[in-house]
């Protein structure tokens, strides 16, 4: 601690004192009667003794204060206060050296430039073992630094930052994944909508394949299937079509930094 602070308390605790030590104002004895003339009659006394020991941990510190000096309260209330302080100092400092660790550092500056990245390329990426990986995780999703996301085919890991809406998290999460991506391509190229089968030539899976992928792009409200008959119609939801225009563009390069070149997840 500072000499400065030092001194600054000692005064404190001096002045408290000082004042405990002056006489109080004697007050001259008066009587109070019920207003208009009302007989308030004998008072009932409905308080209850109880032991020493019934009282609550801080009354009976209070009530062994008062029964030393009454200036030990003055004492008593400066540590409680210097008590709060000090906790709050503590979780200032707490959430301003979160970064000085130089995992926790570089998982969030990969996080922070690679939004809805997965655990395995994060682990890629950083080449901090899974165990190590996971702690710190799980420590920058506690002090709020990061957030999970679940969408329908993945999780993956943003910046708290409040920028995305699930949607977006949505489309980011599924353009990682590397058929995701060339299914929402091959749609997207379409001008109106397009067929399952379609699809399955274009990008070069089975149906079935196509389906499972499909499937969960509409439960993620990216996509939306219509039905005319036997045939099915697929297209890009209206409010994801401008999302994944804007950020299809980032996933046409590998993932790369400092830490070297890595693929998107496949």
């Known amino acids: 601690m500072k000499i400065g602070a030092r001194v600054l308390i000692l005064a404190l605790v001096a002045g408290i004192l000082l004042i405990s030590c002056m006489g109080t104002v004697q007050a001259r004895d008066f009587i109070i009667q019920p207003a208009y003339g009302i007989d308030a009659g004998p008072v009932q006394d409905a308080s209850k003794e109880i032991s020493f020991f019934e009282l609550t941990p801080r009354a009976m510190i209070v009530f062994t204060a008062l029964s030393i000096s009454p200036i030990l309260m003055n004492l008593i209330d400066l540590l409680l206060a210097l008590k709060l302080f000090v906790y709050l100092g503590y979780r200032k400092i707490d959430e ?49 630094k990061i957030v999970k996301y679940d969408a329908s085919i993945s999780s993956g890991y943003f910046e708290n930052n409040g920028r995305w809406n699930n949607l977006e998290k949505s489309i980011f999460i599924s353009l990682r994944n590397f058929t995701t991506r060339k299914i929402l391509k091959a749609i997207s190229a379409s001008p109106d909508s397009i067929t399952r089968k379609e699809v399955a030539e274009m990008v070069g899976i089975t149906g079935p394949s196509v389906t499972w992928h499909t499937n969960r792009l509409v439960m993620d409200g990216i996509i939306s299937i219509s039905r005319n008959g036997r045939d099915s119609r697929i297209s890009i939801s209206p409010d994801a079509a401008g999302i994944i225009r804007a950020v299809l563009g980032f996933f046409q390069r590998p993932l790369a930094g400092e830490w070297g070149e890595v693929s998107l997840d496949g």
Do not use: D
Not at 96 to 118: C, D, K, M, Q, T
């Open 96 to 144: 301003a050296v979160i970064f000085y660790n130089n995992n926790r550092r570089l998982i969030h500056e990969v996080i922070a430039g690679n939004p809805g990245i997965s655990f395995s390329t994060l682990n890629a990426m950083t080449g901090i073992k899974k165990g190590v990986l996971q702690y710190h995780l799980h420590i920058l999703e506690l002090k709020m």
